[in-house]
T-cell receptor, first 114, second 110 residues
Framework: DTGVSQNPRHKITKRGQNVTFRCDPI?????LYWYRQTLGQGPEFLTY????????KSRLLSDRFSAERPKGSFSTLEIQRTEQGDSAMYLC????????????FGAGSRLTVL | RKEVEQDPGPFNVPEGATVAFNCTYS??????FFWYRQDCRKEPKLLMS???SGNEDGRFTAQLNRASQYISLLIRDSKLSDSATYLC???????????FGIGTKLQVIP
C-alpha cells in the first residue's frame, strides 16, 4: 500500500463518548499532520509530528483532543467526551521532510456526534 | 487581519472560459506555496506548486507575488472536470505547520 490509510472511515457516536482515529502514513514519510474539515471550510490544522515528536498543536484544540505517534510510524487521534461540534471530517496527511512540503492525504475519517 | 483571505465563491463559469483565483496571505515568513484541488467529499490533492517566476502546467498557471503577498491560479479553457474547490496552501518552512485557505469553489457549466 503506497497511500495514506485512515480508519475508521466513518464513526457515529453519542455525545460524551470517546473516539479514536488511526492514520498509517506513507512508510518513508516522517512528517504526519492531522486536520479537521467541516462543510464549506478548508482543512483546519490540528497538530503535526516530525517522527515521534509532536511539534505543534493548534491553540484552538481543547484538552479533549490528544494525538500520539509512537515509534514515528502510525498515529492516533483521540477525542474524549465528544460534543456535537466535533462532528467533522478528520484528515491525516504525511510528507517527506525535505524540500517543498507536499502533503499526501488519506481519505479521512468522518465523525458524526449525535 | 486574517492569516489568509480567499474568496469562497462559487465561481460559475461556462466551458471554455478563463478563470482566475487569488489568495492573499499575511505571514511574510511563508516560504512555500501550493494550490490543492479538492473534489466533493474527497481528500485534497496537490495541483501545483507556486513560484515567483510562475509555474505553468497545461491549462493551469500559478503565480506568486511576494511584494503584494498573494498567490494566483489561472485556468484557461475551463473543462467540466475542473469543477472542484481550489485551496491555497503555504508552509512557513522549518518546523512550521502547513496552512490551508478556506478554498474557492469553481463550477464549470456546460
Amino acid at each position: 500500500d503506497t497511500g495514506v490509510s485512515q480508519n475508521p472511515r466513518h464513526k457515529i457516536t453519542k455525545r460524551g463518548q470517546n473516539v479514536t482515529f488511526r492514520c498509517d502514513p506513507i512508510s518513508e514519510h516522517n512528517r504526519l499532520y492531522w486536520y479537521r474539515q467541516t462543510l464549506g471550510q478548508g482543512p483546519e490544522f490540528l497538530t503535526y509530528f516530525q517522527n515521534e515528536a509532536q511539534l505543534e498543536k493548534s491553540r484552538l484544540l481543547s484538552d479533549r483532543f490528544s494525538a500520539e505517534r509512537p515509534k514515528g510510524s502510525f498515529s492516533t487521534l483521540e477525542i474524549q467526551r465528544t460534543e456535537q461540534g466535533d462532528s467533522a471530517m478528520y484528515l491525516c496527511a504525511s510528507s517527506l521532510n525535505a524540500g517543498a512540503n507536499v502533503l499526501t492525504f488519506g481519505a479521512g475519517s468522518r465523525l458524526t456526534v449525535l | 487581519r486574517k492569516e489568509v483571505e480567499q474568496d469562497p465563491g462559487p465561481f460559475n463559469v461556462p466551458e471554455g472560459a478563463t478563470v482566475a483565483f487569488n489568495c492573499t496571505y499575511s505571514n511574510s515568513a511563508s516560504q512555500s506555496f501550493f494550490w490543492y484541488r479538492q473534489d466533493c467529499r474527497k481528500e485534497p490533492k496537490l495541483l501545483m506548486s507556486v513560484y515567483s517566476s510562475g509555474n505553468e502546467d497545461g491549462r493551469f498557471t500559478a503565480q506568486l507575488n511576494r511584494a503584494s503577498q498573494y498567490i494566483s491560479l489561472l485556468i484557461r479553457d475551463s473543462k467540466l472536470s475542473d469543477s472542484a474547490t481550489y485551496l491555497c496552501v503555504w508552509d512557513s518552512g522549518g518546523y512550521q505547520k502547513v496552512t490551508f485557505g478556506i478554498g474557492t469553489k469553481l463550477q464549470v457549466i456546460p
